[in-house]
């Protein structure tokens, strides 16, 4: 079984930053990709970013490509999101994810795919 547990969240003010973590307490971390997701409030969860287990491919939402990070140290059993320009619109609870083994990319941006779930830490983004 692993936990995931993310913090950082916290109210910003728009353009500004944020840095999430997610801390994993598995002791093979460093097989399972991981994700972020979203959902705010009266919509339906929505993929941010992937980074895969070997931490050599990443992938991002559109409507976060330019603006985020998502990095990992397999070291410290912990994935980041560090959300830059932060826009309004970024208002979400965030959620990481942990999948066990080697998926595609594509495979990866869906929800329905990972093993391990997060309770989640608010970012909101005053305008």
């Known amino acids: 079984q692993v936990q995931l547990v993310e913090s950082g969240g916290e109210l910003v003010q728009a353009g500004g930053s944020l840095r999430l973590s997610c801390v994993s307490s598995?002791?093979?971390?460093?097989?399972?990709?991981m994700g972020w997701f979203r959902q705010a409030p009266g919509k339906e969860r929505e993929f941010v970013a992937t980074?895969?287990?070997?931490?050599?491919?990443?992938l991002y939402a559109d409507s976060v490509k330019g603006r985020f990070t998502i990095s990992r140290d397999n070291a410290k059993n912990t994935v980041y999101l560090q959300m830059d320009s932060l826009k309004p619109e970024d208002t979400a609870l965030y959620y990481c994810?942990?999948?066990?083994?080697?998926?595609?990319?594509?495979?990866?941006?869906?929800?329905?795919?990972?093993?391990?779930w997060g309770q989640g830490t608010q970012v909101t983004v005053s305008s």
């Open positions: 994810a942990a999948k066990y083994g080697t998926l595609s990319l594509p495979r990866l941006a869906r929800g329905n795919v990972y093993d391990f």
């Open positions: 598995g002791r093979t971390f460093s097989s399972y990709a």
């Open positions: 980074i895969t287990a070997s931490a050599d491919n990443t």
